[in-house]
């Protein structure tokens, strides 16, 4: 009888752990970014992820720590859409240290540090001059999660959603929908460096650091609301936490 129940219980299992045989479709519409089945997920996994040394100006020695984070990306966001249902597959990235055409533009290095082009699925990643010249800087950790999490916005149906509302909207709607599109970008990216933090050797001011250097505008949303979902992605650990399009106007300002 207890051979019987824990073979019962084992196929049961194993029904649970297989999960839908066929992928869910896309979602699209308003429910694609109010009720996305990325927030129904659970954590990242609890896994290792070390930061490969860096040499000053040695540009490749980068390119092979951010090939890393990337793998790690890979596995946490992998995970993820295997539990919502979605299909999924790695993002294409670009490293890049001078302007360059993306595909959604000429892209100006000194404007911003990186860029997800929906239009050909790659993450663009600038490395500059002062970061290749500081091999324990943090801020490209944070550039490449952050990128990620733009093309898991894109895989899940967000980033269209979004895209499709913000055409027909007037102007400070167009603003305040790309908002809540970085700011959940930014939760997305902190949830994931939450997630891996205890591998890195890293301390914790490290994080606050990062949070104090960064700034809001119109696109991205004010410091304070920026501060506060990179400080929820960081203290949940998983896309759960960080649904912007539910959130109140004055979180997403
Ligand atoms: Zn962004």
Redesign the pocket.
Known sequence: MRILTLLISGLLGATLLAGPAQAAPVPTGKAALTQNPLYKTGEFDWTECVELDRRPDDLNSYQLYLDHLLDCLDRSWSEEFAQAGLKFSKPKVRYITKSVATGCGKYPINYAAGL?CPVNKTMWVAISKWQLADPDEFTLFNVIA??YG?YAQDRAGILPAAMRLQKKAPKARQYAIQRQV?LQ?ECFASAFIGSVWHSLGREEFDFQDLMDLTYGDVLHGKTKNIRYWMKRGWDGNGPKVCNTFTAPASRVS
Do not use: I, T
């Open positions: 997800y952050h990128e733009h970085e970008a």
